[in-house]
């Protein structure tokens, strides 16, 4: 049962333990990525799929200045998202992590209850808030402020605010985490030179939790490039991004080929964002004594 | 005196944005309560009355009860199914060394790593190729291997930090005593690991319980409570779908603090014996 050297009898038993997740996986997630990649090199006639190999659906992608448009416009709101994640994430983190012991369970289940609530609902109560006659302009009034700009819903700051909204519990998860593994003597260590709280803050704790911050960054970066529900309820499906227009190629077009390789280009970006993230661990890891 | 200005200011930071993140996750939520209490059929301000009306047309819809049924039997056998896999995959990645594991681990852990959107449209590529060799549609057993797909890297990444906390001696000891791997398993690793599974559990389920991607893409006509409410937003809505909201709020906060309560005693009685 030990972690050396493997018997036959406990071959089995890594065998009963590994099999499952291999085969769920392999059957219902890597055929999937490899038909998805098939079917980028088919091509449509009336709006059949037409099992021939050819590269015109990729000509079609890199010669559209459309779609990459829409390519851009989804990284940039991705990379925004991630940094204002890490942004509100790390404060919030940083309390529940060293301050706030009596509160810290209450806390925690307030941010995974509204992390675990499901998505359309959320987006939906944000539509009612940021209404013209919603909720926010209501108490605006009532304190005599001016109502929100036009602005404020159905628009890409709204997709944002929803993307950020959605994605924020992940930064807050693992910063969280990175930060409550540091040694407090290292701090204390820092106080005794004489260091600030600022100055030790910039110069000990931001340092060592810049793991968490990194895993919490790509992680949100790779999912917000997935995002629909948000531009399509809060941003009123007026700027769409990669999501809503891989969504629209099967669904109003019907042109699977061409929804598959937008598909695989988004894929490439979530995959090269990881493998780059990976290899600065690494480099880390090698740096440190 | 410039130490206390530090100390102070970094007291109103921390804490304002904890209270400000708070208030930030709860809008939508409280918004959505308030407005299934509203009286009159419009989802705008002002309010004028108060009513429970709602509620009760709620629970005679039965498109609603039909919606909710589908929720229950998704949420119920995605988080079974995904919390035992992930044991499976949680006790290899964290107790054995075997050739192939970087493989192992990039593939237990892949679809977490993946927008959930391009999730859900590779594997519905996949089942409309099945499907022209196999036959079958799109329906709430589709829904649910989707779902599998995605929540067992959550399940096996929670009990895997558990099991990576546990002493290989307890069960050292047991194997010694004569018991034999299966008595091993079942009465010392399974409850040692108990909080850690209650953990994916719960986490699972209410995943499922929320997912819309995975549902509206993979359910074929079928409808979840998230795929409904959606429908619903699109078709100018009443305060029926605020009220849906609500009530699944009510469920999913029940079960995370019953969750919690049964999850912390079981680490006490771990912590004593």
């Not at chain 1, 499952?20 to 990525?33: D, E, G, K, S, W």
């Not at chain 2, 301000?45 to 498109?63: A, S, V």
């Not at chain 2, 990039?106 to 089942?127: K, S």
């Not at chain 2, 559990?201 to 074929?220: D, K, P, Q, R, V």
Request: with cysteine; glycine share 6%.
């Amino acid at each position: 049962m030990n972690a050396s050297g493997p018997s036959s009898a406990s071959r089995s038993i890594v065998a009963l333990n590994a099999l499952p997740v291999i085969v769920l996986q392999a059957l219902f997630f890597i055929a999937p990525l490899v038909i998805t990649v098939a079917l980028s090199f088919q091509e449509t006639r009336s709006f059949m799929l037409d099992w021939t190999w050819s590269l015109k659906t990729w000509t079609d992608v890199f010669s559209r200045g459309y779609y990459w448009t829409i390519m851009l416009r989804t990284l940039i709101m991705a990379a925004l998202t991630v940094a204002l994640c890490i942004l509100i994430g790390f404060p919030v983190a940083y309390v529940l992590a060293t301050r706030l012991k009596r509160w810290e369970n209450h806390i925690t289940i307030l941010i995974v209850f509204a992390f675990l609530t499901d998505n359309v609902l959320k987006i939906f109560g944000w539509v009612l808030f940021l209404d013209r006659s919603g909720v926010a302009n209501a108490v605006l009034h009532w304190i005599g402020l001016p109502s929100l700009p036009g602005w404020a819903l159905f628009s890409p700051q709204a997709t944002l605010l929803g993307m950020v909204y959605n994605y924020l519990c992940f930064t807050i998860f693992t910063i969280y985490l990175s930060v409550s593994m540091i040694d407090r003597d290292v701090i204390r260590a820092a106080y005794d030179c004489g260091a600030g709280k600022f100055r030790t803050f910039w110069e000990v704790t931001l340092p060592l939790s810049r793991n968490g911050i990194m895993a919490g960054g790509v992680l949100v970066f790779v999912l917000s490039l997935g995002s629909f529900l948000e531009s399509k309820v809060l941003g009123g499906g007026k700027s769409p991004m990669a999501a809503e227009l891989i969504r629209q190629t099967f669904e109003t077009r019907i042109n699977w080929p061409l929804g598959s390789a937008l598909t695989v280009v988004v894929m490439v970006i979530a995959i090269v964002t990881i493998l780059l993230f990976l290899r600065l661990i690494d480099l880390r890891k090698k740096d440190a004594p | 005196m410039l130490d206390k200005l530090e100390s102070r200011a970094a007291s109103i930071i921390l804490y304002g944005s904890i209270i400000a993140s708070l208030i930030f996750f709860y809008v939508p939520i409280v918004t959505l309560v308030v407005f299934s209490l509203k009286e009159g059929r419009y989802l705008s301000m002002p309010i004028e009355g108060w009513t429970f009306d709602w509620y009760r047309e709620l629970f005679n819809n039965r498109d609603i009860g039909a919606a909710l049924q589908n929720s229950a039997i998704v949420a119920t056998s995605a988080m079974l199914a995904s919390t035992l896999i992930g044991l499976g995959a949680a006790l290899a990645w964290v107790r054995y060394r075997f050739r192939g594991k970087t493989l192992f681990q990039a593939i237990a852990i892949g679809p977490l790593l993946f927008p959930q959107l391009l999730l859900a449209v590779i594997i519905l590529f996949w089942f409309t190729v099945l499907s022209s060799w196999l036959g079958f549609s799109n329906g709430i057993p589709t829904a649910i291997i989707g779902h599998v797909v995605y929540l067992t890297p959550f399940a096996t990444i929670i009990i895997a930090v558990q099991a990576a906390g546990l002493d290989p001696t307890i069960e050292q000891a047991a194997q010694d005593c004569g018991a034999n791997n299966w008595q091993v398993f079942y009465e010392v690793t399974l409850p040692l690991l108990w909080p850690g599974i209650f953990s994916a559990l719960t986490f699972s389920f209410l995943l499922s319980w929320g997912n819309f991607y995975l549902t509206y893409s993979l359910a074929g006509g079928e409808r979840t409570l998230p795929t409904f409410v959606f429908s619903g937003i699109a078709m100018g809505s009443t305060p029926i779908y605020p009220a849906l909201a609500s009530v699944t709020f009510a469920i999913g906060l029940c079960l995370l603090v019953v969750a919690d309560m049964i999850r912390r005693r079981a680490a006490a009685r771990l912590k004593m014996g």
